[in-house]
């Protein structure tokens, strides 16, 4: 008997193909089962004892304690600054505006920031 290859499908060996996973899927069933059933949970590590982090904190804060703070310096103005000053402008709410610096100084410094600017273009850097 010999079997000649054909245009249709071979059913035999879809059957035999189909059994097989039919059979690996069975398997696969059965093993996970008997894994829920048998398998422990393994234990974690055991965690690190507060009573040591909390320790080494305390330590912590007690040596920042015994630091020395910087000292800090407050600048005051000096009576003459604030004679100098005179009134200043107020708004509606109470607080005082900046002083205006004077337009003799404000045309001093433009006129630096002009011969400035004046060098750098003679030697070409702008």
Same mark, same amino acid.
């Given at each position: 008997?010999?079997?000649?290859?054909?245009?249709?499908?071979?059913?035999? %060996?879809? @059957?035999?193909? $189909?059994? +097989?996973?039919?059979?690996?899927?069975?398997?696969?069933?059965?093993? /996970? !089962?008997?894994?829920?059933?048998?398998?422990?949970?393994?234990?974690?590590?055991?965690?690190?004892?507060?009573?040591?982090?909390?320790?080494?904190?305390?330590?912590?804060?007690?040596? %920042?304690? @015994?630091?020395? $703070?910087? +000292?800090?310096?407050?600048?005051?103005?000096?009576?003459?600054?604030? /004679? !100098?000053?005179?009134?200043?402008?107020?708004?509606?709410?109470?607080?005082?505006?900046?002083?205006?610096?004077?337009?003799?100084?404000?045309?001093?410094?433009?006129?630096?920031?002009?011969?400035?600017?004046?060098?750098?273009?003679?030697?070409?850097?702008?």
């Amino acid at each position: 008997n010999v079997k000649l290859g054909g245009l249709g499908p071979d059913y035999e %060996a879809v @059957k035999e193909k $189909r059994e +097989k996973l039919k059979l690996q899927k069975e398997y696969s069933r059965q093993i /996970k !089962e008997y894994n829920k059933k048998n398998i422990t949970f393994f234990q974690r590590l055991p965690t690190k004892p507060q009573v040591t982090s909390s320790v080494s904190r305390r330590k912590a804060l007690e040596y %920042a304690k @015994k630091i020395p $703070r910087p +000292k800090t310096f407050i600048t005051r103005q000096s009576d003459k600054e604030v /004679k !100098e000053a005179g009134v200043l402008p107020q708004t509606s709410d109470g607080t005082s505006l900046p002083k205006i610096p004077s337009l003799e100084t404000l045309r001093s410094r433009h006129e630096k920031e002009k011969e400035v600017v004046a060098a750098f273009k003679a030697l070409h850097i702008l």
